[in-house]
């Protein structure tokens, strides 16, 4: 079974989307998804509710997600840590254990950042879930190609 774990600052607005619109995209296609924060902030929260709204709109459930941070075990436990930033990445290239075994890479597929939605209006959420709706496809073909 193939694993993704998707990471944003806070784990309240774009790794928790993230989760929500791979699960729905991958239709059970035996991935095990889930997300986490860099920082543990809002660790037992749930998703942000802009980012709910607007991904809930499209028909994406975030039912059961709660913010945790990252932890070492993540990077034995999944194949695939996927940062929604630059500054993310950067943050878990400094906590990867040198015999991790997860493939970390930012999320987006032309190397870009996912924005931070957080400080902004409604239309920096409707972006996100844009951008993350063309990402979690390009991901579930990658990994449909290599099992």
């Known amino acids: 079974m193939t694993s993704v774990l998707f990471v944003c600052l806070g784990n309240i607005c774009r790794s928790p989307t993230a989760e929500a619109v791979f699960r729905a995209r ?17 660790a037992g929260e749930g998703p942000d509710l802009r980012s709910r709204a607007e991904g809930e709109s499209r028909g994406y459930s975030f039912s059961g997600q709660a913010a945790r941070k990252v932890r070492v075990q993540d990077f034995y436990e999944f194949d695939y840590v996927l940062a929604m930033d630059a500054s993310n990445l950067s943050d878990l290239k400094a ?3 040198h015999d991790g075994s997860a493939q970390l890479s930012l999320f987006l597929p032309d190397g870009e950042d996912v924005p931070d939605p ?8 409707k972006d996100v879930v844009d951008l993350i709706e063309v990402a979690a496809d390009h991901w579930l073909a990658k990994m449909c190609a290599q099992n």
Request: glycine fraction near 24%; proline fraction near 4%.
């Open 118 to 125: 957080y400080y902004g209006g409604s239309d920096g959420f």
């Open 26 to 42: 991958s239709k059970g296609e035996g991935i095990r998804i889930d997300s986490a924060g860099t920082g543990a902030w809002h």
């Open 95 to 97: 906590i990867r254990p």
